[in-house]
């Protein structure tokens, strides 16, 4: 049996699982005595931290992980099932995001966030705040 201490998980991000699960791996890193890279391990931590409204998300996934990655087919298949679909992350960019009580290079980062899957350059963004 692996020697593998405990880590401890961040709470779950439903605004934005990609950032949860890079706090994870990078929380798996820090693992003691070793960084734990077990695609299994990693699995049933995640499991055992989602709260109830994201482990229905990827219920089946769940229920049925893969044999071979099933860290990485969780981390995928929760990540594209509870983000924002493209089209709406393009119709937010192209709306634009209000400045309200934010610092301007408050709302850029988070315009930048959105952005940052469609390959949209600065100067578009910088048009639209």
């Known amino acids: 049996m692996n020697d593998v201490g405990a880590v401890k998980i961040p709470p779950y991000n439903f605004h934005d699982p990609a950032l949860w699960f890079t706090m994870c791996d990078s929380t798996f890193q820090l693992g003691c005595p070793k960084a734990i890279t077990n695609s299994k391990t990693k699995f049933n931590y995640i499991i055992a931290h989602l709260p ?4 229905t998300i990827i219920r089946d996934v769940i229920m049925n992980p893969d044999p071979v ?5 969780a981390r995928m298949e929760l990540i ?6 493209s089209h709406q ?3 937010k960019l192209l709306i ?3 400045l309200g009580d934010r610092r301007p290079s408050e709302l850029l980062r ?11 350059p600065d100067d578009l ?5």
Do not use: F, N, Q, T
Not at 52 to 55: D, F, G, K, L, Y
Not at 69 to 73: A, F, G, I, T
Not at 125 to 129: F, I, M, N, P, S
């Open 52 to 55: 109830p409204e994201a482990a």
């Open 110 to 120: 988070a315009m930048r966030r959105r952005a940052e899957s469609h390959s949209v």
């Open 69 to 73: 990655e099933p860290y990485e087919k």
């Open 125 to 129: 963004l910088l048009d639209h705040a």
């Open 80 to 85: 594209k099932r509870s983000g924002e679909s």
């Open 89 to 91: 992350e393009i119709r």
């Open 96 to 98: 634009g995001e209000e």
